[in-house]
């Protein structure tokens, strides 16, 4: 990506110092996005497979959520460092470390004998996990000129997206026909795969060697301190966002802690990296105007796409009894579409202001949340895979403007730096949203509940009609007068609660609207590009 830059900046891009060496850029797109398709799958697939994890080692399902929160908390810390990591190891060589650590640690997960055996594996898959995408992204603005970098992130971009839909019906699959174990084993031969046409295809640019080179001749300074304020800052945040709603949040002494030691952690972070000539995580790019938008764009779209992943299968399997497939298919359709949008908003962004792009595509995804909350108890499989298919026209227009608007203006030398920080948003905005989805969908339970119970009260006229009109109904079908009664209690109890839980989605659905609301603002603010210049994509 530097090289690219600098060619751009220096006179044009050189097919030459480019990391497809002479081959298909598009082939060499496809190479390294299979290894990124396979982490963004196992991220999500795992999710399904809990039940089977916890089951299988005896253990708990609260439990078995460290299986995701440790691969959550690894993959957040090294994806915020692997910028810098990218640029001293090299890229394609740091590509194929990651590589053979997540493809190695799947193979001792699928063996892992007991819970403390899986999460230890897990942390490794997650420190080779978290450095795949700043590295993919390098070698792909890399291997295409300028004009046609908006196509590399399309393709990108439908690793990304794409994956997180196949992933819980290709889970629920494989769980319930096989066991869990190959949940991580179908990891290896991919990645077997990828190392292979990685290490034959691609090769390292010139300029990101040269780069490294005059890195390493300044003497090798390693940000000791930025290194362990960033762990235990961004570890202990991914832990109280993953395992908050799970411990009644504040009301748990240890996620008091973990919170505190975040909050410490990040504030001394800013300052640290501020202050420091040659940091590990460029605090200071957040500062520019057009690079703080698009990381908030970017949490914003991360939150929008993992929340709704998880809460609209959670919706169709709690309240109208999906399997876990066949909830995971209302997804798919969303998956195509995005998968033919992707191209399309590559070669837009040649020719539309990303601002406006990323602003019809936030409205867009607002919209998409408030169709869903139009739900009752008769809607069908179509009217929520539509809801999905509003979104995915939107999630490309959000995904790849701001992803190619962010390195817009950034000096050659802070683009691995740029590309780390786009994916830790993308990364903690997912887990962002899917922590206020959850908790507001608990408290709202509790609000509607206290609001609706008002009125199931003998003393209310509607109240007493109903049961009446439901009693006689259950006497009609063969009940005698003192089980009809009790018959009908019980089915205004369940509707009582029926209604309680789809009122709380609404609101959910409401929240993740207003989310999309506010980004619309903060894409117009980006600065206007040249879409003439050669050199634009960066």
Not at 80 to 108: D, H
Not at 119 to 124: A, C, E, K, T, Y
Not at 237 to 261: H, K, P, T, Y
Request: glycine share 10%; hydrophobic share 50%; aromatic share 10%.
């Amino acid at each position: 990506m530097t090289d690219a830059v600098h060619d751009g900046a220096a006179g044009g891009w050189s097919p030459e110092r480019s990391a497809a060496g002479g081959r298909n850029p598009y082939l060499i797109a496809f190479v390294v996005s299979i290894a990124t398709f396979m982490e963004v799958l196992d991220t999500t697939i795992a999710n399904v497979a809990l039940r089977y994890i916890a089951g299988s080692l005896a253990v708990g399902l609260d439990e078995s959520t460290y299986v995701i929160t440790s691969y959550l908390v690894a993959n957040a810390v090294v994806l915020s460092i692997s910028g810098w990591l990218s640029t001293v190891i090299g890229r394609k060589r740091f590509y194929m470390i990651c590589v053979a650590t997540f493809a190695f640690a799947s193979l001792l997960c699928g063996f892992a004998w007991s819970l403390e055996a899986l999460v230890l594996f897990r942390i490794l898959q997650g420190i080779g996990g978290g450095g795949m995408a700043t590295s993919e992204q390098a070698i792909l603005a890399d291997s295409f000129p300028p004009a046609k970098r908006g196509q590399a992130f399309a393709i990108y971009g439908i690793a990304v997206v794409v994956a997180p839909v196949i992933g819980p019906t290709l889970g629920g699959w494989i769980s319930d026909t096989y066991s869990w174990h190959w949940v991580f084993l179908i990891n290896v031969p991919m990645g077997l795969l990828s190392l292979f046409l990685v290490g034959t295809l691609v090769k390292e640019p010139s300029g990101a060697e040269e780069e490294r080179a005059r890195l390493l001749s300044r003497g090798l300074r390693f940000d000791y301190i930025g290194f362990v304020l960033v762990a235990v800052g961004l570890g202990s945040l991914e832990f109280v966002l993953d395992e908050g709603q799970r411990n009644d949040w504040f009301g748990s002494s240890m996620i008091v802690a973990f919170a505190c030691a975040a909050a410490f952690c990040l504030i001394a972070l800013v300052v640290w990296e501020v202050l420091h000539d040659e940091p590990i995580v460029d605090i200071r790019l957040l500062g520019r105007r057009q690079f703080g938008a698009c990381f908030l764009c970017m949490l914003g779209t991360g939150a929008i796409v993992i929340a709704t992943t998880q809460i609209l299968p959670q919706l169709l399997q709690a309240e109208f009894g999906y399997t876990a497939m066949l909830a995971g298919l209302v997804l798919s359709p969303g998956g195509l579409v995005t998968m033919v949008m992707m191209p399309i908003t590559g070669k837009l962004i040649s020719m539309v202001q990303p601002r406006y792009l990323i602003a019809a595509g936030a409205a867009i995804a607002a919209l998409s949340m408030w169709h869903l909350t139009g739900i009752t108890g008769d809607i069908n499989y179509g009217y929520a895979a539509l809801a999905r298919v509003y979104l995915a026209i939107g999630l490309p227009l959000l995904f790849l403007p701001v992803t190619t608007a962010s390195y817009e203006g950034l000096p050659p030398d802070k683009t691995n730096q740029a590309s780390a920080l786009i994916n830790v948003a993308r990364n903690i905005g997912g887990s962002m949203g899917v922590a206020l989805a959850q908790t507001a969908l608990a408290q709202r339970q509790q609000f509607h509940q206290s609001r609706l119970v008002e009125h199931i009260a003998p003393s209310d006229l509607g109240y007493q009609q109903t049961i009446d009109a439901v009693t006689r109904y259950f006497q009609a079908q063969g009940s005698n007068a003192a089980d009809a009664a009790g018959q009908a209690i019980a089915w205004v109890g369940k509707t009582l609660q029926q209604q309680v839980d789809f009122l709380a989605y609404i609101d959910v659905f409401w929240l993740l609207a207003m989310i999309g609301v506010v980004m619309i603002p903060i894409a117009l603010s980006l600065k206007r590009i040249d879409l003439s210049a050669p050199a634009r994509g960066h």
